[in-house]
């Protein structure tokens, strides 16, 4: 089983959203009509919610929290999303952010509880969390958590074995010797050292991820940049320069999601540059979809989206959502006409792709030939499809249950009597249908094809 645990400076994020048609007669500023007061995990809390939606099995947050209601409500918000929450108190109020927001702008911020609080000692449940953890991710917003003593103690004492990021604040404490990864951001990280010269950003982040890789004894540093992604070092040679997909949204929250899903990808078995290269694209979706008002962290955490595990499964989204399903263990030519076909039939494709274990089940056990991830980002990199959803079950069935897509898509080989789809997609008003396949094209019969002439030797091997 793997377990990450969060430790950090848990926030309640409040929106208060509105519209503004008027300036006020006696002051000039907006009057906002409230249409809606939306709370949701901030901080430390929200990087443990974003976990949860990882390739971990369950997170554990290790936090402070203040006896009084926005404490109260936030604990009840984590328990609804199945964190486990370890907490250790504190003396003051629970840090409230509060934003207001008209036409998707902010208009103004109000924080409430102030950074004078003190959290509680660490307890021996707190400790027992870090020493079952596949990861550990310090989640630093400068109140105290991470800067405690005996926390500092009991994080430092399992780096050696297990993998700890560490996402720092400028009001907290520098990171604990050892640590897997530390992800400042550009400001941060110029901020830790002497001024870095080069020509450019990435040459800049390169240096300063040098300097600070040293000075925290890390074993990997990497300064994320926003919207041009995220610079890596790691002490084996040249920084990797991680680019990140054009996202117009929100950004609050994208450092969460990038520290979040470092964290997870390094708990189920994942290379520091393998962690970061999933931390980016995972930031880039997470901005594009709306940042952390746009999440919905209520769906179920059955079926899991591999590049944005909430998004694709929202049925109020407008227009006519389309789905599709199958294994496309190697894309060919009769997958991308069917995609195709399937897309022109509405307003957005999401393809529901076979899990590992569910190919396998299905195809036997020298298949699939590719992973579910590398199956999904190519799919992802076809204009057609504007989603994928990985699902282990033997059908879609419970994936399109969640979905309630409009229409469900088979290529032309299947006939929609035979569909067990057929049955759930009638529950919501849903339809299921075929559209023209190219005949003679499947992944068997490349399989075969490719298995003959290797064997005759006329597969010449590069």
């Known amino acids: 089983m793997k377990i990450l645990t969060v430790v950090g400076d848990a926030l309640l994020d409040r929106d208060i959203v509105g519209t503004v048609d008027r300036i006020c007669p006696d002051a000039p500023v907006p009057v906002l009509a409230v249409g809606g007061d939306h709370a949701r995990p901030g901080g430390a809390a929200l990087a443990a919610a974003l976990a949860r939606r990882g390739r971990v099995d369950r997170v ?17 918000l984590l328990v609804e999303l199945g964190i486990e929450l370890i907490d250790l108190g504190t003396t003051g109020a629970t840090a409230e952010k509060i934003r207001v927001r008209a036409a998707d702008q902010s208009i103004v911020r109000i924080d409430r509880g102030g950074p004078t609080s003190e959290p509680g000692p660490w307890t021996i449940e707190a400790r027992e969390a870090l020493a079952r953890s596949s990861a550990v991710l310090v989640s630093d917003y400068g109140r105290g958590v991470a800067a405690a003593g005996d926390g500092r103690d009991a994080i430092a004492s399992v780096a050696a074995t297990t993998p700890v990021v560490w996402d720092p604040h400028p009001r907290g404490p520098i990171p604990v010797a050892g640590c897997r990864l530390v992800t400042p951001n550009q400001a941060e990280a110029s901020r830790s050292t002497e001024a870095a010269t ?7 982040a390169a240096a300063d991820a040098d300097r600070l890789r040293a000075a925290w004894s890390a074993g990997a540093v990497a300064v994320t940049l926003g919207a041009a992604g995220a610079v890596l070092v790691d002490g084996a040679g040249t920084p990797l320069a991680v680019p990140a997909a054009p996202a117009d949204g929100d950004p ?8 979040a899903t470092a964290a997870t990808e390094l708990a189920a078995g994942a290379l520091v540059s393998e962690a970061v290269t999933a931390a980016v694209a995972a930031a880039s979706t997470f901005v594009a979809r709306g940042g952390a008002a746009g999440l919905d962290l209520t769906a179920a955490s059955g079926t899991v989206r591999v590049d944005d595990p909430d998004g694709a499964c929202r049925p109020s989204e407008p227009g006519l959502t389309v789905a599709a399903g199958g294994c496309f263990d190697l894309l060919h030519a009769g997958h991308v006409a069917m995609l195709q076909a399937a897309r022109a039939l509405g307003d957005r494709l999401v393809v529901l792709l076979n899990s590992d274990d569910s190919v396998r089940r299905l195809k036997g056990p020298s298949r699939p030939l590719q992973p579910a991830e590398d199956r999904a980002a190519v799919l992802l990199a076809l204009d057609c499809v504007d989603d994928v959803v990985v699902f282990d079950e033997q059908t879609p069935a419970e994936a399109l249950e969640r979905l309630r897509p409009d229409l469900f898509v088979k290529g032309g080989d299947y006939a929609v009597a035979d569909l067990p789809e057929a049955k759930a997609l009638a529950a919501w008003g849903g339809t ?17 094809e490719a298995a003959r002439r290797s064997s005759t030797g006329s597969l010449v091997k590069e």
């Open 60 to 76: 554990q947050l290790v936090t402070a929290l203040g006896d009084d209601a926005a404490g109260r409500q936030l604990a009840g």
């Open 252 to 259: 609050c929250g994208a450092g969460d999601c990038f520290a």
């Open 198 to 204: 080069g020509s450019n950003a990435v040459g800049r």
């Open 432 to 448: 299921a249908v075929t559209v023209p396949y190219l005949s003679g094209r499947s992944t068997t019969r490349l399989v075969t």
